[in-house]
T-cell receptor
């Protein structure tokens, strides 16, 4: 079974620039999550999709972050404009039950 | 106060030692309790999953949940260098949406 695919693996941008991350979940998984993991901390949920609908985006900084899930499969997370404090690993995960399967993440550095 | 508090570590033990990793939580609605293992520069991977109070054993790993004390633990017996990683506890009140602890980094020395 193929896992959760994310790209790119690494990204370095200057503050105020924009960036986008892509995620392809495990086939058949209806639920997709984006988490932010700051160095030394646990993952923090940004947004949860069920198929192509948003279930929870209460922790998403909507003034700069946006996410969409096309046709209930792939998803993109965008940051515009980026701030220094956005430096983190962005993890995509998918599930069909009580626990999630994670991708390897995209490590973002904002300079 | 965070909903989930995890013993911060880091923890360094000799090979073969018994390791105890612990988390406390404040949200009584949490029903599902997970332990994830995260190797450096990798995503978290599910290690153990329990529902309700009690113990669950899987090989060298035992997960323990005490809902009355809002306390969960992960025990690793006969620890190996390959167990060196960050261990994250996670909890949820419904399907999938989990709240994570900040992780405990474990190093097992040969």
């Amino acid at each position: 079974e193929a896992g959760v695919a994310q790209s790119p693996r690494y990204k370095i941008i200057e503050k105020r620039q924009s960036v986008a991350f892509w995620c392809n979940p495990i086939s058949g998984h209806a639920t997709l999550y984006w988490y932010q993991q700051i160095l030394g901390q646990g993952p923090k949920l940004l947004i949860q999709f069920q198929n192509n609908g948003v279930v929870d985006d209460s922790q998403l900084p909507k003034d700069r972050f946006s996410a969409e899930r096309l046709k209930g499969v792939d998803s993109t997370l965008k940051i515009q404009p980026a701030k220094l404090e956005d430096s983190a690993v962005y993890l995509c995960a998918s599930s069909e039950g009580q626990w999630a399967f994670f991708g390897q993440g995209t490590r973002l550095t904002v300079v | 106060q965070k909903e989930v508090e995890q013993d911060p570590g880091p923890l360094s033990v000799p090979e073969g030692a018994i390791v105890s990793l612990n988390c406390t939580y404040s949200n009584s609605a949490f029903q599902y309790f997970m332990w994830y293992r995260q190797y450096s520069r990798k995503g978290p991977e599910l290690l153990m999953y329990t529902y309700s109070s009690g113990n669950k054993e899987d090989g060298r790993f035992t997960a323990q949940v005490d809902k009355s004390s809002k306390y969960i633990s992960l025990f690793i017996r006969d620890s190996q260098p390959s167990d060196s990683a960050t261990y994250l506890c996670a909890m949820s009140s419904n399907a999938g949406k989990s709240t994570f602890g900040d992780g405990t980094t474990l190093t097992v020395k040969p």
